[in-house]
């Protein structure tokens, strides 16, 4: 099978998968059926992304086993029958808790890892180009999805109806997708990584290490918090997104919804050129400098972004591009420091941290505006939190060669 077809079909099942980010386009029509607060609706979202990363990890040890169409079919297939199933949670919000926030996320977890640990097979002598790709159409997902459930949304009147139809049709999209993901042959070429943190552009002999090995490293527990620090930003941007358009950046419904979209094209580049850079400078650097930016951006969305709609987007997006890219350069930078060979469990393992991140920003922008009326008091605190944590990257080093 022709390599770009393989890329294709991942690329189609990652848009599909994506759309759990289109979920600040549900929760105010959600919030007005329930009379629920945003906290009280968005809990769905965090218990999505919680089980999402949980999932994830799951899935990479599971694909020892089984091979990769047959993990994602049964991702499609969870993903797609979760968001169906919330259709029936008209009478029920801890339902939808259930539906969405459970059996889709599993879905979700399960099929995202499959692109990632697939796609860096085919494409030995590009490993940044893979996990591009590899991620690439999570970010394209919000932009594909956001235009269509507001239609959906419009012309059945309600969330529950349309996500009988959605369900229904990321079922087909990713399922159909899954079958064309595979491994290449045996005979395809071991994958070698050229470069290293330092810039160099030797080519090395790539690390052989298993997950095990890479928990005994104290480098696999700092990208974890990396990745925390990272990804929470970000879902607090996307959990309640078209919401802060309205608040903060004082735009009408229309360009609310707008907003979601240019975000999540902004997420969308980071993913294609952060890891870029990442090639050039190495995956620690580029994390440093995503920290400076997502801090600065939150420090100032509160004054600027009150001052010019177009000034809050452009503070959004570069939070959002730092958090697509997020994805691409730690799956990179994992490769990096500890090979491709298990770099399912590895990186899920990582990816876990997303999990928790949930419950971090997120979590805080919704009490803030629940108690306070206003954004603000979380936007500094996170602002905050990210320059201390800056300090994390600049002390990164790849691990000794494992045994």
């Known amino acids: 099978m022709n390599r770009w077809t393989v890329a294709l079909a991942a690329v189609i099942m990652q848009i599909g998968l994506g759309s759990l980010y289109a979920w600040s386009v549900f929760r105010q029509p959600l919030s007005a059926h329930y009379g629920a607060g945003v906290t009280g609706v968005n809990v769905a979202f965090f218990v999505a992304i919680l089980v999402f990363g949980i999932a994830t990890f799951a899935a990479g040890f599971l694909l020892r086993h089984v091979g990769p169409r047959l993990v994602g079919l049964a991702g499609g297939a969870l993903y797609g029958g979760g968001i169906f199933l919330s259709a029936f949670a008209e009478g029920s919000l801890p339902f939808l808790y259930f539906t969405y926030g459970v059996v889709a996320a599993v879905g979700g977890g399960v099929g995202y890892i499959v692109p990632v640990a697939v796609l860096p097979k085919w494409f030995p002598e590009r490993p940044g180009l893979a996990y591009g790709l ?34 229904l049709s990321y079922v087909t999209l990713i399922g159909g997708a899954a079958w064309f993901v595979r491994n290449p042959p045996e005979d395809h070429g071991p994958p070698v990584l050229q470069g290293d943190e330092q810039g160099r552009d030797d080519r090395l002999e790539e690390p052989a290490y298993y997950l095990r090995g890479a928990l005994g490293t104290w480098q696999w527990y700092a990208l974890w918090v990396v990745f925390l620090l990272n990804t929470t930003v970000g879902l607090a941007i996307y959990s309640d997104a078209k919401a802060l358009a309205g608040s903060i950046g004082g735009g009408t419904a229309a360009l609310a919804s707008a907003f979601v979209v240019v975000v999540s094209l902004s997420d969308t580049a980071g993913r294609l050129v952060w890891p870029v850079l990442s090639g050039r400078i190495g995956g620690a650097n580029v994390f440093l400098a995503m920290f400076l930016l997502q801090a600065a951006a939150f420090l100032m969305l509160p004054v600027l972004g009150t001052e010019s709609f177009a000034a809050f987007c452009f503070l959004a997006s570069a939070v959002t591009s730092c958090y697509g890219g997020g994805y691409a350069t730690m799956s990179a930078l994992a490769a990096t420091y500890y ?12 990816l876990t941290a997303s999990s928790v991140a949930s419950f971090g920003a997120p979590l805080l922008l919704a009490r803030s505006v629940d108690l306070t009326g206003s954004y603000d008091l979380a936007l500094y605190a996170t602002g905050a939190l990210m320059l201390i944590g800056a300090v994390i990257p600049l002390v990164l080093r790849a691990p000794r060669p494992a045994r």
């Open 134 to 167: 590899a991620v690439l159409g999570f970010g394209i997902g919000p932009v594909v999805n956001v235009p269509l459930t507001s239609a959906l949304l419009s012309a059945t009147g309600g969330p529950f109806r349309a996500f009988g139809i959605l369900g």
């Open 339 to 350: 090979g491709s060979r298990d770099i399912g469990a590895i990186y899920g393992g990582i």
